[in-house]
DNA sequence: TTGTAGGCGTTATCAT
DNA sequence: ATGATAACGCCTACAA
């Protein structure tokens, strides 16, 4: 079913036929409703991909995360289907690539294959070779995240070092001296992952700042891992009243923990963080935490890179978004 | 940079370019040698919608997810994440097509716009327009899930019916007379959709068999939910002592609800039901649950797919799956 | 062993 | 207001 068959059967040229869909030059309305009465019968859609291919672009945008071998947790899995929800918004498609490491076939095809027109990529390391793959292949892209020299591309990144520095001084506001971070896993903090690296950088800074004292632990994306996590920060450092992280994923096992270390939150023990707000209302009390405006991040990012797809020339945007902190339940007094 | 600029740098024609990289005819070893170097020089990949247009399939599969606005799933997650990295396996992109309710542009797009080669379609329910919308654009595809008549449709499903009654016969073996079903929330149910219901007529036929009372509730799918939810139960129908539940992100709440209740389990209230293990392993005491086995259905998904696109007519197949109830310690007798 | 040419389905530029 | 025709980039029968 083509356009061509179209045409014949309604006794006009395919060109008409192609004007009368698209309407970019007029059509006698006689003509119009015979051609429109033919695509109806038929069900007849113009293939994509011919149009693609005439037109030089796909309508569609690439989006690259983390292959699902790794769970994802909960905030990337928010920022797929805000993606996703957004490029249907405008009625763009999406092609997702799982790729993790450097080289990827799924990853080399998007980007080579001028299967889409511009790419969303998420999991940004401080290095990535992927963006420069990207760069290389002069592909427009926004990273969901960003790399240490962020200046050459577009992004859109949360602020974890002025939000954790944050958590520190609402802790050593509320009198904590001594507190914890918890940390992502030890292997993204080895793979350069921006986020575990710049919120540490913001919970020392923010440490020595208030003169107080912190110990910093990596945690595994899962609950056991936090539970076991807590329960070492307990056992090491005993004199800890806090603990702030970005690790949402270990929140029921911190939660845990502390239960079954007969710590109440927050007379005993305060808890505050980044966290999406699913996670951070899960927590009880609630958490008191920055919660993550996923939905809005993945909408601006498929916003960005459209704008970036239309004049590719343009100066790099960014938006770095410091969300508030949700005062919740969670945070209190240090007990003394 | 297209095919034939490699041809006009190397010398030769488009054809032995093309010829050079699918190996479809021989190549001498010195041309082909040239060609080769001059596409690493521009790092060239073939166009592949051109190419796509030319041999008519796409090496790509729709996937029709929930729409994110309605938060999906641990399950339905797992079942993305599966799919997608079945696919990446075998050579396959994945457009992504957000829609839920009959009629959709994104998923009129990728029914109608050849831009895939079939579709793995989620989330189906009893009566699904869908179904019928790609049965008749003749597009191949996989259901994860079923519709009430799905003789003649592939798919790969849970059987829900066996899975619930399986749990009813666990709890009456334990010397439970008075059981909850908590299933999905009412408007799944209204929406018909299937597993809630067959998850109810697993239960009312096993309370029957066994002889024993049964109550069952509706739960929106979040751990809020699922507290209000228990504490119903708990008020309406003191003499209940167990439940089994397809609701997996009503867990968390069911296990808040019945901590507040002084109820402990499995003494005082047993718990059963079909989830991810991921959830499973997250209820204290952890849950006797079936786990269902979401990343091997999304894999048979992919792999029916490409038998069903390489042989449209074949007669469609089918996996019913009941796994194992995993034995764990959420389950124990009933308390006199 | 290599080149020529036609066509996949569309859109856009001419021309009528 | 409409038609013929030439691309878009690729693949592949046919010819040499």
Known sequence: MNIGEIARRAGVSRSTVSYAISGKRTV??????????????????????????????????????????????DMQLDFVAAVVDAAAHADLDVLLSPSGGDHDRSFERVVTGRRVDGVILMEIRLEDARVGRLQQAGLPFVGIGRTSHPDGMWWVDIDYTALIAKCVNHLADLGHRHVALINRSAELVAAGYGPAHRALAGFKEAI?????????????????????????????????????????AALPGIQRALESAGLTVPGDFSVTGVAASHWAENFRPQLTAADVPALDMGAHAVSLLTECISDPDAAPKHLLLTPPISLRGSTGPARR
Do not use: F
């Open 208 to 248: 020595r700042r208030r003169g107080i004292t912190g110990v910093d632990y990596c945690c595994a994306d899962d609950s056991a891992a936090g539970e076991a996590c807590l329960q070492q920060i307990l056992r090491e450092h005993p004199e800890v009243t806090a603990a702030a992280t970005i690790n949402e």
């Open 28 to 73: 006698s309305e006689a003509t119009r409703r015979r051609i429109q009465h033919v695509i109806d019968e038929l069900d007849y859609r113009p293939n994509a991909n011919a149009r693609a291919l005439k037109e030089g672009r796909t309508r569609t945008i690439g989006l690259v995360i983390p292959p699902a071998s790794r769970r994802l947790t």
